[in-house]
C-alpha cells in the first residue's frame, strides 16, 4: 500500500544532543510537510518541500533544519534540542495544492523526548 | 486570519451512544473540509473530505455534515465503540493554498 512511513516511531535524545527523524513516502508526492505537534494540541507546519524549493514557516526556530534528497526521502534535523522540543514530530505528503480535494496524507509520527 | 473553532473540547460518552461534534471555521476561499481520527501517539488518519457542494459524506459509523453558507460542520458518531476513544481534528483548506487551518481537536472518551 502506497503510505508514509517515519523512522523511528520513538527516538529519546539528550539535551543538546543532534538528532535527525526520518520520512519516506512511496505516494509519489511533489509536496512533503514537517509537523511538530505538542500535547492536546493542534499540529504546528515546520517547513515543507515542494520538490527540491524549500519553504520555511516564518516562527520555525533555526534549531529546526531539514533536507530533501530525492522525492521519497525526508530529514527532520534538530540540531540542539532543548526540553520544550519534546513533541510528536509528524510527516505529510500531497499533490500539489489547487485540486478540490487537495489532502495531506500523514505519517504515523516520531515522539521525540529530550533527556 | 484563517481559523477552525471546535466544540466541545472533550466529551465522554458510553458504549454504544452516539454524539455529535461541531466545528466552525472563518477559512476562505474555501476549498475543502475534512475531519481527522487521531489515536494517541499516532499521526492523523482522514475520516471524511467535503468540498464546497457536498452536504453530507459518511464513512461507516462516522457522518459529517457541511453547511457551506454558515461555515459549519458537525460530525456525528453513531454507535459509539471503544475504539473510537481518540481526538477528531476538523481540518479546512483555502484554495491552492498548501497550508492547512486546524481545529484544536474534540477528545472523545468511549466509557464500556
Known amino acids: 500500500d502506497a503510505m508514509v512511513i517515519q523512522n523511528p516511531r520513538y527516538q529519546v535524545t539528550q539535551f543538546g544532543k543532534p538528532v535527525t527523524l526520518s520520512c519516506s513516502q512511496t505516494?509519489?508526492?511533489?509536496?512533503m510537510y514537517w509537523y511538530q505537534q505538542k500535547s492536546s494540541q493542534a499540529p504546528k507546519l515546520l517547513f515543507h518541500y515542494y520538490d527540491k524549493d524549500f519553504n520555511n514557516e516564518a516562527d520555525t526556530p533555526d534549531n529546526f533544519q531539514s533536507r530533501r534528497p530525492n522525492t521519497s526521502f525526508c530529514f527532520l534535523d534538530i540540531r540542539s534540542p532543548g526540553l520544550g522540543d519534546a513533541a510528536m514530530y509528524l510527516c505529510a505528503t500531497s499533490p500539489p495544492p489547487g485540486l478540490a480535494d487537495y489532502e495531506q496524507y500523514f505519517g504515523p509520527g516520531t515522539r521525540l523526548t529530550v533527556t | 486570519k484563517n481559523q477552525v473553532e471546535q466544540s466541545p473540547q472533550s466529551l465522554i460518552i458510553l458504549e454504544g451512544k452516539n454524539c455529535t461534534l461541531q466545528c466552525n471555521y472563518t477559512v476562505s476561499p474555501f476549498s475543502n473540509l475534512r475531519w481527522y481520527k487521531q489515536d494517541t501517539g499516532r499521526g492523523p488518519v482522514s475520516l471524511t473530505i467535503m468540498t464546497f457542494s457536498e452536504n453530507t459524506k459518511s464513512n461507516g459509523r462516522y457522518t459529517a455534515t457541511l453547511d457551506a453558507d454558515t461555515k459549519q460542520s458537525s460530525l456525528h458518531i453513531t454507535a459509539s465503540q471503544l475504539s473510537d476513544s481518540a481526538s477528531y481534528i476538523c481540518?479546512?483548506?483555502?484554495?491552492?493554498?498548501?497550508?492547512?487551518?486546524f481545529g484544536a481537536g474534540t477528545t472523545v472518551t468511549v466509557r464500556a
Open positions: 505516494l509519489n508526492h511533489n509536496v
Open positions: 481540518v479546512v483548506t483555502a484554495f491552492n493554498d498548501y497550508k492547512l487551518s
